[in-house]
């Protein structure tokens, strides 16, 4: 029998995180590959989703997601970005950001036209431009004199065209943990209008900047003539370390929230009805859980980073997110893919290459991702072993 899956899929073997996370559990390796919290999230959270379990939140919730949760998201971006959306039309609820992002493609884009997205990107963006037929542009992210992953602005221009359909962007960036600045978004928000295209921002790390970031988070949607034309997506996994609930939500002017609502209905329907109350009751916790939230991870980053930098590793500083990406050039590495499978062997230690987040595989060979969402004992047990080497 010839291969049963559709062509456009066929590029797209099993996740490297599923290898890798299968490696780390037959070596024993401290798996920092993939990007889940090894802790859990609030406690009022949770204590609220066992309590909907209990009180009959188990059927359909409504299509666009509770009330409760629309007004709270709704409220959060007020509270945080001053961004204005009425819960009622302008605001979805998915099945994570993954649901977001898929959906607003096949939604929106027809066969052959282009997404403009910066690489490395984020594995669920290609597959989801591909199963709607789509095809991308990406622009590289390429480390720059002052120590930070910059866009080059000519190669950025040089990526919208006729067929540009929309340019999605993430920002904080996994896996570089890059921070967009605002001439960067500047020039995106200039591009978007000259060619008459949409933005579509995953800003699903809005809470992790760190302080010492050169420029904080700036929603795309804030900048001049952008509300209209972008749909800000974001999700609760990242924020209130509960990434295996999959509540996210998207954002933006009624007619884009409608044509994704018109997709995503034909996918999941509706998900997590006992954690979207409870979801309502995390965005409404005061500052002071954010703000303790990112020091948390500002704390494991340095100590990760430390460590790498101690075992020889070339580290840019991240800016935010739960990630740090490698440069393997000065322990000799040539090759990440090479260097991931046997790490778990020769330090005991889990990552991913980031090369398999590029098109221009050249520019991301030498660079691995380590995540640092994980609890000071197990970053500083990684370190330690990775000192040995
Ligand atoms: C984790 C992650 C997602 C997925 O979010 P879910 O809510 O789990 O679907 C999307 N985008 C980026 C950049 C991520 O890191």
């Given at each position: 029998m010839t291969d049963p899956l559709v062509a456009r899929m066929r590029p797209f073997g099993t996740t490297i995180f599923a290898e890798m996370s299968a490696l780390a559990v037959r070596t024993g390796a401290v798996n920092l590959g993939q990007g889940f919290p090894d802790t859990d999230g609030p406690k009022e959270m949770l204590d609220a989703a066992a309590e909907a379990i209990h009180n009959g939140a188990n059927q359909y919730p409504p299509g666009p997601g509770i009330p409760a949760l629309r007004a709270a998201i709704g409220a959060h971006q007020q509270r945080f970005w001053g961004l204005d959306y009425d819960p009622d039309g302008e605001v979805l609820v998915t099945a994570g950001a993954t649901e977001a992002v898929a959906a607003t493609i096949l939604a929106l884009c027809e066969p052959g036209d282009e997404v403009v997205c910066f690489e490395p990107y984020y594995d669920s963006y290609a597959a989801a431009i591909a199963l709607a037929g789509a095809v991308r542009r990406p622009v590289t992210l390429r480390p720059d004199a002052g120590g930070h992953y910059a866009v080059d602005p000519d190669e950025l221009r040089g990526a919208f065209g006729p067929r540009t359909r929309m340019v999605l962007l993430n920002s904080p960036h996994n896996p570089t943990g890059k921070v967009f600045t605002r001439a960067e978004l500047a020039l995106v928000a200039e591009l978007c209008q000259a060619h008459d295209v949409y933005a579509v921002t995953d800003e699903v790390y809005e809470h992790l900047v760190f302080t010492d970031a050169a420029t904080p988070h700036v929603p795309l949607a804030t900048l001049p003539g952008m509300r209209e034309r972008t749909l800000r997506i974001s999700s609760a996994g990242k924020t209130f370390s509960c990434?295996?609930?999959k509540i996210g939500w998207a954002s933006g002017p009624r007619e884009l929230v409608s044509a994704v609502l018109r997709v995503k209905q034909f996918l999941t329907f509706v998900n997590g009805s006992p954690f979207q109350p409870a979801i309502a009751i995390a965005l409404g916790l005061p500052d002071d859980y954010f703000s303790e939230f990112r020091a948390g991870l500002q704390a494991q980053r340095d100590l990760l980073v430390a460590g790498l930098r101690d075992a020889g590793f070339g580290v840019l500083l991240p800016e935010g997110t739960y990630f740090v990406t490698a440069d393997i050039t000065p322990l000799g590495g040539t090759d990440g893919v090479e260097f991931c499978r046997s790490l778990p062997e020769r330090s005991g230690v889990v990552a991913v290459p980031?090369?398999?987040?590029?098109?221009?595989e050249d520019a991301g060979r030498r660079l691995v991702r380590f995540a640092f969402c994980k609890r000071p004992a197990v970053l500083n047990e990684a370190v330690a072993r990775l000192r040995k080497n």
């Open positions: 990434t295996g609930w980031t090369q398999v987040f590029y098109d221009h």
